[in-house]
Every structure is written in structure tokens, then in C-alpha cells.
């Protein structure tokens, strides 16, 4: 039973306990109180617009530009270098004229020029590993980027434009006025990169070392010409692609016809227009079969990938592929791609069955053909009920170079087993399982996050992969409940909320030091703490379904996130906010002090009664005790008065008297205030760490029964620092204890149980070591009669 009573009335008598002394809190110029509760309106977030209103919902007045593109591309498997042109129809849904346009050019962070090349630094460290040797004589030699660039307008006329780094702007020959669109003609042609020698979310992978077989594997991303975004709240998105800030895009409808070698086996985002043209009659079959059956069914089947990995065609074949409403487009293309499928139910009547689709080498066995398609399916299901439905007919997983990245219905995922290089026999690690079962939900999860939820991923990086991170955990977690996951578990964070070289979450995705841990980690277990401690799951799962169904196919920012989250779940949100997302705060909170009180009841037989309870538990004199002689008293019985011989807790006749006077015409409220018998207990939590959370007390009583509080973060609004908090129970007391399931990332628990536990380590043996030995380690020996060396002689058999 939980009572919280305020009887100016009643007085509180408080035993003698033991207890923690709390420091005074340090002094500050400004004044120690400072409100973590105060809104950030006007503060931190931009004033509300007609194009993103005050409730996190997109206007009535939104806008976003609409781009689609006609591609034709050829794949030169000798030179491994792409040749294409693309036709791009821009309509401009802005208020505004456009006098030009800004495209991105991403793979010219590969010129040796580019900001990326030239601002990568490396650590100050005397070492240097194999792969940075291969990566800077590569480099010497090598150089990606565009080229061969030409523009022109639909009536074939040149169209200027200006090379920024990774950005080309494009000058109109007349200004594009609002509602208008404009046509206009790119072509080029783009090296492909070794990805595993110069790194990157794209390129090529070919198995040349001795007994295997010479093929390779090409992942085309960022390999087009792609318009820049223009947005009501920053205009052109023009910052240069520098690595880690990946790819804000306009949503377009694209049709590419993709040339690749004959025996080649083609992925990509969007539906295959032409199976007839590029699939025997076989595997079309076998396709079809797919899309109703329970398991995985091969499209490609080993054996067929087999055949063509033993010999490579002189002839082309066209793979043509149509993708509605996405914003960007990615394939992979192998003749030693094996090819499975499946088909998944799905709430979007207008994809009422997903084809979840995996495309990996022989290498890949039997990892992939166990785990690949089954975890999209799972994915599609996890994701759809914390989200929306699904939105395309395809969800494809490709392995080769890449280790994991996204696009819209195709994602390019690494892990493999391996082969023993003497024996040949084949294994994987559980890493390689859970790794590949975990980036392939991951990538997959992205087509929600931010391929449809379309956020600014080259500013705000945790929009996409800490929100997808937070649902990777929950659909790691429902694949198996003992899932080693890497992310989602407050406790994860600890470490990192704890170093000196942070930033907060808030902060531009090229200037984070420890990217895993901000873009990933800290947002994923802030977002598991605001749904399973500070809202609860229902309150939770309402909101993030509404932001979802609200940003679907549009842009948000971290305001209309934020607003939403509020709004939905009626939760005033904004301490939670500025603790997790604009400050280094860390969650520590000590439980300082607990102390015990019991109301007076004026009756002074049961108060003197107790007096002497708190008297005899206090230990006597330790002089009187070591005294050996008699004392006067004792000794001189002419010395003894009343006040030797009275019992002084028992009551006096006045103190019955006065009492019995109360009795009389006591007032009802205090009679009834005065008959309470719970036990008062003020626990005091005292905030370290600076970062404001609720208060999860769990209290153990003598009876054997646990009762748990949830008090929320509220209770820090008067005082962010330290607090006094007060519960009333008949039970007594026996322990109590914070955070006991560390649900809310606590640095430092050791200070969270009262009575203190004692802190358990282990102390690991240090063996001596002796220094370096040049003469042994050089064979040489010296003799107990001489300090010259000779050579060590041998071993006697």
C-alpha cells in the first residue's frame, strides 16, 4: 500500500539509523538550481511553419520535390568501370524559382583532390596494419570519381555546370518557376572501386587467390548522378560528401536497364520487368513457385551458378527493372550468384506479398542459404507492426565486399563462413551467425528507416540508424531471446556515457568521434528506456506508429520527431530530450540515505516505552564499563535519592494527565492522524551523473514481499541534484534498491542498494616479466667463469 501524507498536525520521530552523510552540493556562481524541465520551444527547436506545424505533423502547405530518372548503364567486367546516361525530370513542388541545380557525385570522394582524400587523418600510433599499406599504394595508382561528365537540355543543347567536390550545380537556361518541371540528359562513366583495399559502400570483389575461381562480384551504389535535396527548412542540401554522412534524396520513379555480361545474374532495387528475356524457362518457374512457398526455393540453384563460374560469356544481356517511388537505386550483378526466395505475407494491399530475395556465392554456403531470406521475412513482420506495412514488392540481401549497407529494396550485407586454409574444411563462427542474421535485419530495416521515412541522414545520423538500431534490438530479441545483440540494452551504454571524447547526439554526422556509440548505440537504449521505463510500451507503440504513418514518403526532421513522440503519447518529453540527445550527461543516481519515522502519538506510556527502545539499543559508557572501583552510589547509600531509584521512562502523573485532557476533546482529524501506525520512510536520491531519469525503487520488507515504485522523473523538478522522497507502509523495511533490473543505462549501480552491498571483484595475478634479452634472443650464451658470448650449444637428443 502506498501512502504519501502531509499532516502539519503530526509530528515525526526519527530513530537513530545509520546512514550515508551527503555532501554539500558544489557551489556555483549562477546559482545551483538549474531547470531540466524547462521547454524547449523557442530554445533548441525551430518556430513551427505551415509546412511542419507545432504537432510534429507535416503542414498543409508541405512540399517536397519529385525527381525521376531514366537510366541506361553498361557494366565492363575487364575494366570494372561502369559507362551510362541517365534522363532526369525535376518538378519543382517548391514555392520558390530555381535559377539551378545542385546533383551529388559521391564517388568523387575516391579523387585524390577531394575533401575526404585530403582530410583523412590517421592515429598517432608507431604501427601501421597491412590493409592502410594496401589502401595507400592502391590509391597511388587508382582514382574513382566521375568522369566524361556531359549535360545537356531536352533540345540538345549543352547545359553548364561547376564541379564542387562532390557536388555538380547545374545552370539553368531559364529559372524553373514553382509547379514547373524541367528534362534534362547526364551521361558518364564511373570506375569501380576495390572495396576491400580502398574501402566504401560499394564496388568490387573478385576470388583470385590460388583455388578459387576467378570470378567477381560488383555492388553498384552512388553510381549515378543523383539531385541534391531542396527543403523548406534549409534549402539546397549542398554539404560535400567527406564518408560518413550518407545520402539525403529526392523520392522518383526509375526505370534502368542495366547491360551486364550474359551469364551474370542481376539484383536491384525494384521489379524485374523483362525474367523472360534475362531467366530460363526453369528458373522462371522456380520464381513463380517462390512466391507461395514455406521455406526458401532457389531461383538460381548452386549447381547453375557452378556451370557459370566455369567458363565467362562474350555476349551481353539487358536487365530491365522499374522502381516506383523510391529515392535512390542499387544492383549487383555475378555470374556466381545463387539466387533464393521467398514469398511474404504483407498488411500493404498494393504489395499484399513481398518477394524477400538473397543473392550470394558459393562462398556464402551454408550460412546464407540458412539465414539470409529467413531474417527479411522476419524483419518484414517485426518492422511492419512497430511501423507500417512494408511499402515494396521486393526486400533483397546481397553478399559480396560490402559489409552492410542500404537502398531501397536491396541491401549488401558480409558475413560468410570459413574454409581452414589447410585442411579446406568449413566452418562459422557464432559471430558470422548472429552477424549475418543481425546486419541483414538491420539493412532491411533501413527500407523503413530512412528509404520511406526519409530523414537528413548527412545531418542528423542517429535518425536513421539509431531509430533502426532500437528496432534491430526488439527484432533480435523476438528471433531469439537470448540474441547476443550488440545495441538496444541500456546497460550497453555505460562505457561510452562515461568517456571524455563524446558529443552529444545532436551533433553533424561528420563530426562524431565515436560513431558506432552516438549514431547507434546511445540513441537505440535512449529510445528502449523512453518506451519500456519512461512511457511504457502501449503510450510508446502509439506514438512512434503515428510518427511512422506520418513521415511515410516525406522528409522529417529531429523536431517533428520529437513533437510527435510528445503529442501522441501525451508526454511532456523535453527533459528527456535535452538529457539523452543535446547533453554528455551520464545516468547515475546514488541512493543516498534512508531513514525511518513513526508519528507521535502523544501516548506517553507507548512513547516513553520507546525512548527507552532507542536508549538501550545505544551502547553504555566504555569508561563506566573498564572502571574497576565502586562508585559513590555504590558505596554510600546516604548519596541514593528519588532519581536513583525512579524509573524514568515511566510516565510522569502530569504527562497521564495531560494526555488524558487531550483525550477529551482531541479534534477528529488529529484523532485519526494520531492513530496511524505506518512507518515513514524518506529515501534520498542524489543525481551524479546530471542526467535526470525516473526513479525505479524496489523495497524488500521483513515479511518477504517486494514492492516496486516507478517514480517519474518529475520528482527531480524542484531540485535536478538530490531529492527526498517519502513513502508510508505498516511494513517494516529491510532493504531497498534502485534500478534493480538496470532498465536506465545507471553508471555506477554499486551506490544504488540500501544498506550498501559490497562491491565483488577479482584480482587477476600479475606474473613477473623479464626485460628484452638481445643475447638469448640472439642465441648467445655466457659461462658462469666469463662474460664473453659464444654460440648456444644444441640440444642433447
Same mark, same amino acid.
Given at each position: ?55 510534429? %505533423? ?208 542481376? /539484383? ?186 526519409? /530523414?537528413? %541522414? ?52 561528420? /563530426? ?286
Amino acid at each position: 500500500m502506498f501512502k504519501k501524507l502531509l499532516l502539519a498536525s503530526c509530528v515525526f520521530v526519527l530513530p537513530a539509523v545509520t546512514s550515508v552523510a551527503l555532501a554539500d552540493p558544489v557551489e556555483q556562481t549562477k546559482g545551483r538550481f538549474e531547470d531540466k524541465f524547462r521547454q524547449l520551444e523557442g530554445e533548441e527547436w525551430p518556430t513551427p511553419t505551415d509546412y511542419r506545424n507545432a504537432a510534429g %505533423e507535416p503542414g498543409y502547405r508541405y512540399w517536397q520535390q519529385k525527381v525521376d530518372y531514366r537510366i541506361k548503364a553498361s557494366l565492363n567486367e575487364a575494366t570494372r568501370t561502369l559507362t551510362a546516361s541517365e534522363t532526369v525530370t525535376y518538378k519543382n513542388n517548391s514555392p520558390d524559382t530555381l535559377r539551378y541545380l545542385w546533383l551529388m557525385l559521391d564517388q568523387n570522394n575516391y579523387k585524390r583532390d577531394s575533401i575526404a582524400q585530403l582530410t583523412d587523418t590517421v592515429s598517432p600510433s608507431k604501427e601501421i596494419s597491412v590493409g592502410e599499406v594496401r589502401r595507400v599504394k592502391r590509391m597511388q595508382v587508382w582514382e574513382g570519381g566521375f568522369n566524361d561528365l556531359k549535360v545537356t537540355a531536352a533540345d540538345g543543347s549543352a547545359l553548364p555546370f561547376t564541379l564542387n567536390d562532390t557536388l555538380m550545380r547545374i545552370d539553368l537556361a531559364q529559372p524553373l518557376k514553382s509547379g514547373e518541371s524541367l528534362t534534362f540528359t547526364v551521361s558518364w562513366s564511373v570506375p569501380l572501386p576495390e572495396t576491400k583495399v580502398v574501402g566504401g559502400r560499394s564496388g568490387y570483389e573478385c576470388f583470385t587467390k590460388p583455388g578459387e575461381d576467378g570470378n567477381c562480384i560488383f555492388l553498384g551504389a552512388q553510381w549515378f548522378p543523383r539531385l541534391a535535396v531542396y527543403s523548406d527548412y534549409e534549402g539546397w542540401h549542398n554539404k560535400a560528401f567527406i564518408g560518413s554522412g550518407e545520402f539525403t534524396l529526392e523520392f522518383g520513379d526509375y526505370e534502368v536497364e542495366l547491360t551486364v555480361p550474359a551469364d551474370h545474374v542481376v /539484383s536491384a532495387t525494384g521489379e524485374l520487368l523483362n525474367p523472360s528475356e534475362v531467366l530460363t524457362p526453369a528458373q522462371q518457374k522456380r520464381f513463380t513457385e517462390a512466391k507461395t512457398a514455406a521455406a526458401p526455393v532457389y531461383v538460381v540453384t548452386p549447381d547453375e551458378a557452378a556451370a557459370a563460374e566455369k567458363g565467362k560469356a562474350t555476349g551481353t544481356k539487358t536487365w530491365k527493372f522499374r522502381a516506383d517511388n523510391v529515392r535512390d537505386f542499387a544492383f549487383g550483378s555475378s555470374r556466381k550468384f545463387i539466387w533464393d526466395a521467398m514469398g511474404v505475407k504483407n498488411a500493404d494491399p498494393a504489395h499484399p506479398t513481398v518477394m524477400a530475395m538473397s543473392f550470394f556465392p558459393k562462398e556464402a554456403r551454408p550460412l546464407w542459404d540458412a539465414y539470409s531470406t529467413k531474417s527479411i521475412a522476419h524483419t518484414l513482420n517485426v518492422y511492419g507492426k512497430f511501423a507500417f506495412a512494408y511499402p515494396y514488392p521486393t526486400a533483397q540481401s546481397v553478399n559480396g565486399p560490402v559489409g552492410g549497407m542500404e537502398y531501397p529494396m536491396i541491401t549488401f550485407n558480409g558475413p560468410r563462413p570459413v574454409k581452414d586454409k589447410k585442411t579446406g574444411e568449413l566452418t562459422y563462427t557464432e559471430r558470422a551467425k548472429y552477424g549475418l542474421i543481425g546486419v541483414v535485419i538491420h539493412e532491411i530495416g533501413h527500407i523503413w528507416f530512412p528509404m520511406t521515412v526519409n /530523414s537528413d %541522414e548527412r545531418q542528423w545520423t542517429w535518425m536513421d540508424e539509431g531509430i533502426n538500431s532500437f528496432l534491430q534490438f526488439q527484432a533480435e530479441k523476438a528471433w531469439d531471446k537470448d540474441y547476443p545483440t550488440r545495441r538496444g540494452e541500456p546497460k550497453s551504454m555505460v562505457e561510452y556515457m562515461l568517456s571524455e571524447n563524446q558529443v552529444p547526439i545532436m551533433t553533424n554526422s561528420e /563530426s562524431i568521434p565515436q560513431f558506432g556509440n552516438n549514431a547507434y548505440g546511445k540513441p537505440a537504449a535512449a529510445l528502449t528506456i523512453l518506451r519500456e521505463t519512461v512511457l511504457g510500451r502501449e503510450k510508446f507503440d502509439f506514438a512512434f506508429k503515428e510518427y511512422s504513418r506520418r513521415w511515410q514518403f516525406k522528409r522529417p526532421t529531429p523536431y517533428d520527431f520529437f513533437r510527435t513522440m510528445e503529442e501522441a503519447s501525451g508526454t511532456d518529453l523535453d527533459w528527456f530530450w535535452r538529457g539523452w540527445f543535446y547533453s554528455t550527461d551520464h545516468v547515475d543516481i546514488e541512493l543516498a540515505d534512508v531513514k525511518k519515522a513513526r508519528l507521535n502519538t502523544r501516548d506517553p506510556v507507548v512513547e516513553k516505552a520507546w525512548e527507552k527502545v532507542q536508549d538501550d539499543a545505544q551502547p553504555d559508557s566504555l569508561t563506566a564499563a573498564r572502571n574497576t572501583g565502586k562508585t559513590v552510589v555504590e558505596t554510600d547509600p546516604a548519596t541514593v535519592d528519588y532519581y536513583n531509584t525512579d524509573d524514568k521512562w515511566e510516565p510522569t502523573v502530569k504527562e497521564k494527565k495531560k494526555y488524558a485532557d487531550l483525550q477529551k476533546d482531541i479534534d477528529p482529524d488529529l484523532k485519526e492522524a494520531l492513530a496511524v501506525k505506518d512507518n515513514f520512510y524518506n529515501f534520498t536520491f542524489r543525481n551524479k551523473g546530471g542526467l535526470v531519469m525516473p526513479v525505479i525503487l524496489r523495497m524488500d520488507f521483513t515479511d518477504g514481499t517486494s514492492e516496486t515504485v516507478r517514480i517519474p522523473a518529475e520528482v527531480w523538478r524542484y531540485d535536478p541534484r538530490q531529492v527526498t522522497w517519502q513513502y508510508a507502509t505498516l511494513k517494516t523495511l529491510k532493504q531497498a534498491v534502485i534500478d534493480p533490473l538496470w532498465e536506465t543505462a545507471d553508471a555506477d549501480v554499486s551506490n544504488n542498494a540500501f544498506p550498501r552491498k559490497i562491491d565483488e571483484q577479482r584480482f587477476e595475478v600479475r606474473e613477473g616479466e623479464d626485460g628484452p634479452n638481445r643475447m638469448k634472443d640472439d642465441d648467445l650464451v655466457v659461462t658462469p667463469d666469463s662474460l664473453k658470448t659464444q654460440p648456444k650449444k644444441a640440444d642433447k637428443k
